[in-house]
C-alpha cells in the first residue's frame, strides 16, 4: 500500500510538470509572412494573441485587465540582460509568491534566448501566471512579457504562439504617434529618438547608443496619468526634483520656476551638480492637461550651457495631445 501511495505521488508531481513543460523546441526559427505585424515603438514584429485587443496607449495587447502580453526593445547585450531578468524574476518570487514552472535556454533566429514560465501567485487577490521570453545577442535585446489566469491554458498558448512568432526588423521605421500622449520638434537639434521603454521616449545623438546606461547627453520624455489637480502636480515635480538632486548625483546649484509651455502650465527646473566626478546639468519639465502629464528631462555632461540652452528650446515645443 505504501508503494502504492509513493507511485501516486511520483504520478501527480510528473502530471504537474507535464502541464507547465512549454515544449520550446532548442532550436527555433521564424517565417517572417506568417501575419505578424509591429508592436508599436519597437522594431519587433509579432502575431496577436488571439482573442486579444490592442491598447495603443498603454502599449499593450489585453484580453482583460489581468490577461495582457507588451514588449520592449533594450540596446545592452543579452548577456546583461539576461542578468537583470533574474533579478526581476526573484523580485517577482519575493513580491508575489510566484515560483518557476519551466526555464528554458534556447537558440531563437541565431540569437541567445530564454523563456520562463512561473505561477503560484496572487495579484490582488487573482491567483495568475507569467511567462518572459527574451532574446538577443552582443548587440541588442528584446524582452516579452505575458501574464495570464491560472487555468486559462488557451491564453497561456495564444502568448506563447505570439512569442515565438517575434522577429526584429532594424531597417523597419518605428510607429511612435499612435502611442505618444505629445508632440515634440527635435528638427536640426541633432537629436533623434532611439529608444521606448514603456511609458518613456528616449532621444540620444543621432539615434545612437544604449540610453539606459547613462553618461551621455539624452533626452527622455514619459508620460504618466493624469493627476487631480495643479496642487499634486507641483507635489510630484518637487519629489521629481529632489530624486533628482539627492541621488547618486552630488547636486551644487538648484533652480526651479512655474512654466507655460503651448497652453499647458507646469513646472521646471535647472540642476548642476557631479555625477561620478564628472559635471553635470539636468533640465527638468512637468506639464499637465486634463488628460495626462508629461515629464521632460535633459542631462548635459558636455557643452552644457549650449546643450541646456538647446533642450530649453526643445521643451518649449513641447505640446499635449
Known sequence: ?????????????????????????????????????????????????????????????????????????????????????????????????????????????????????????????????????????????????????????????????????????????VPLSEIQLFDVNMLQTGFAFNLQSYESFHYTIGGKGDPTRGGNDMITIWQIPRHRNDETLQVQFHSLVERFSTGSLHSETLDQKQVRIGGEDGYDATITGTLGGKALTYYLVMLQNERETIGFSGSAFDNQELRLQQYQQIARTLRLK
Request: net charge neutral; proline share 3%.
Open 1 to 173: 500500500m505504501k508503494r502504492f501511495a509513493v507511485f501516486c505521488l511520483v504520478c501527480a508531481g510528473c502530471g504537474a510538470h507535464a502541464r507547465h513543460d512549454l515544449g520550446v523546441r532548442q532550436v527555433v526559427t521564424v517565417s517572417r509572412d506568417s501575419g505578424q505585424v509591429q508592436f508599436y515603438g519597437t522594431h519587433l514584429f509579432m502575431m496577436p494573441p488571439k482573442g486579444f485587443l490592442f491598447y495603443p496607449k498603454s502599449d499593450v495587447w489585453a484580453r482583460d485587465p489581468d490577461t495582457y502580453m507588451t514588449a520592449e526593445e533594450v540596446r545592452h547585450s543579452y548577456n546583461d540582460l539576461s542578468y537583470e531578468m533574474k533579478i526581476e524574476y526573484n523580485g517577482s518570487i519575493r513580491q508575489w509568491g510566484f515560483r518557476v514552472y519551466y526555464s528554458h535556454d534556447f537558440t531563437f533566429q541565431n540569437d541567445s534566448a530564454n523563456i520562463t514560465y512561473a505561477g503560484g501567485g496572487t495579484v490582488a487577490g487573482q491567483p495568475i501566471e507569467r511567462m518572459w521570453m527574451i532574446f538577443g545577442s552582443d548587440s541588442g535585446s528584446a524582452k516579452i512579457y505575458g501574464q495570464f489566469k491560472v487555468g486559462h491554458n488557451e491564453d497561456r498558448a495564444a502568448i506563447l504562439r505570439a512569442m515565438l512568432s517575434c522577429y526584429k526588423d532594424t531597417l523597419a521605421p
